[in-house]
């Protein structure tokens, strides 16, 4: 991997391992994932399941953390509608038991992956990550998870590979959303293979040291944290190496709004507003928004040579 050290981030931002090493408190965590416990039900994951075993990361940034309640009411989630509170009121019909990851295409090792196995893997990492919507609007969320590389080392991808495709369920009857053709469903988003295989790129599970809520995602997501937020697909069934750049859903909806880069990129403005500054949710002014959002030492080499004007 080219990167080693976060250096984008201070190291005062830093949490210091020492105070994240006493490993959070088995409560219900792995063993009640592994019997395969209805989790789908859940609607307040703070009275949820607590995943065991998570570590720190020296990826995790020191930074005030968005509260529970915004970053699971206030959501983009289109498969249960288009407003900001739709996914939270609607999402509690999406069912995440069973749950299989088809993990296929240019790759030595195409599995199927049930989704308590995908999630005992490798060891779980709380990562403090910004998160910045197209919109205008950024968070910063304690994700837990672990690098998508783990994954995808696994299945040793060919060397035709060139990108990963990911699809998002694509069921009406769980995801009331998709009567609508607001979207070309399935929900698809793609990224070059080197981005995939990045340490930051987060195959996620959970949020503040819990099973991912509904509304966020569950059970599995991507979390791109350098990118506008819907790269990162949420409720993932199916992840394919291909040899060409995939088409994701929003390119196909509006190809001049939406590229397939989407870096976050304050010089790059979005066709309808400024791409400036942002609105920290919770906080009344805007602060300037940051090249690769703030994490421009760790990716900014994936991209020497190309003009991002162009490729945006
Ligand atoms: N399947 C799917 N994934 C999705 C979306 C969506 O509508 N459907 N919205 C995206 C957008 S626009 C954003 S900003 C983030 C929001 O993630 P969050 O609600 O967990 O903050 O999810 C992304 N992933
Ligand atoms: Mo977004």
């Known amino acids: 991997m080219l990167i080693r050290h ?49 570590r720190t990361s020296p990826y995790t940034l020191d930074e005030a953390r968005t509260p529970f309640k915004d970053i699971t009411t206030y959501n983009n989630f289109y498969e249960f509608g288009t407003g900001k509170s739709d996914p939270a009121e609607n999402a509690g019909s999406l069912r995440t038991r069973p749950w299989t990851v088809a993990i296929e295409g240019e790759v030595r090792k195409p599995k199927t992956w049930d989704i308590d196995a995908l999630l ?3 060891p779980l990492e709380e990562r403090v990550y910004r998160m910045r919507c197209v919109e205008g609007w950024s968070m910063v969320i304690p994700w837990v998870g672990f690098p998508l590389a783990e994954l995808l080392r696994r299945v040793e991808p060919t060397g035709k590979a060139r990108y990963v495709e990911f699809v998002s369920l694509n069921d009406p009857k769980q995801m009331p959303g998709q009567r609508s053709r607001v979207l070309d469903w399935p929900y698809v988003e793609g990224l070059r293979l080197d981005e995939a295989m990045h340490p930051l790129t987060l195959m996620t599970m959970g ?65 309808r507003w400024s791409q400036a500054k942002e609105r920290r949710i919770g906080e009344f002014f805007k602060r300037d928004t940051l090249m690769f959002n703030g994490y421009a030492n760790q990716v900014a080499q994936l991209y020497r040579g190309m003009d991002l004007k162009k490729y945006y």
């Open 120 to 122: 005992r893997l490798a």
């Open 6 to 54: 976060p250096d984008a981030i201070l190291p005062s931002e830093i949490t210091p391992p020492e105070i994240y090493r006493e490993r959070r408190r088995f409560m219900q965590g792995m063993g009640a994932l592994a019997a395969g416990t209805a989790l789908g039900t859940l609607d307040d994951a703070h009275a949820g399941i607590k995943l065991a075993g998570v």
């Open 207 to 271: 949020l503040y040291g819990e099973v991912l809520p509904n509304q966020n995602g569950a059970p599995i997501r991507l979390v791109v944290p350098w990118k506008y937020g819907f790269k990162s697909a949420k409720s993932i069934v199916k992840i394919r190496l291909v040899e060409k750049q995939p088409v994701s859903s929003w390119t196909r909806a509006n190809p001049d709004e939406y590229g397939f880069y989407s870096n976050v990129n304050p010089q790059v403005d979005h066709p």
